[in-house]
Nanobody, 115 residues
Framework: QVQLVESGGGLVQPGGSLRLSCAAS????????MGWYRQAPGKERQLVAR????????YYADSVKGRFTISRDNAKNTVYLQMNSLKPEDTAVYFC????????WGQGTQVTVSS
């Protein structure tokens, strides 16, 4: 079955950095477009970064462009999100999934940016 396990979140001060990881299993990761999504309290889940499997073409939401970097390691079935210059508005639960997303979601990892 599909499993997505996110990790690496935490509490960080504005301007700080975090690196999120997502270990995927149960599907062919190497030929799946992968993305990071986030959901802030009271808001809908949104895609913030995506990497295509074939061309490694990358998309970033305007709100994170220049601060976040998505990468993947197909040998480890893992996708990463390096987050720099974090802002309070980046506070959310972060999830990884295919793009478009599969039915299954992981539990996510909480990122809180606060002084």
């Amino acid at each position: 079955q599909v499993q997505l396990v996110e990790s690496g979140g935490g509490l960080v001060q504005p301007g700080g950095s975090l690196r999120l990881s997502c270990a995927a299993s149960g599907f062919t990761f190497s030929t799946s477009h992968m993305g990071w999504y986030r959901q802030a309290p009271g808001k809908e889940r949104q895609l913030v970064a995506r990497m295509y499997w074939s061309t490694y073409s990358i998309y970033y939401a305007d709100s994170v462009k220049g601060r976040f970097t998505i990468s993947r390691d197909n040998a480890k079935n893992t996708v990463y999100l390096q987050m720099n210059s974090l802002k309070p508005e980046d506070t959310a639960v972060y999830f990884c999934n295919s793009v478009p997303p599969r039915t299954e979601w992981g539990q996510g990892t909480q990122v809180t940016v606060s002084s």
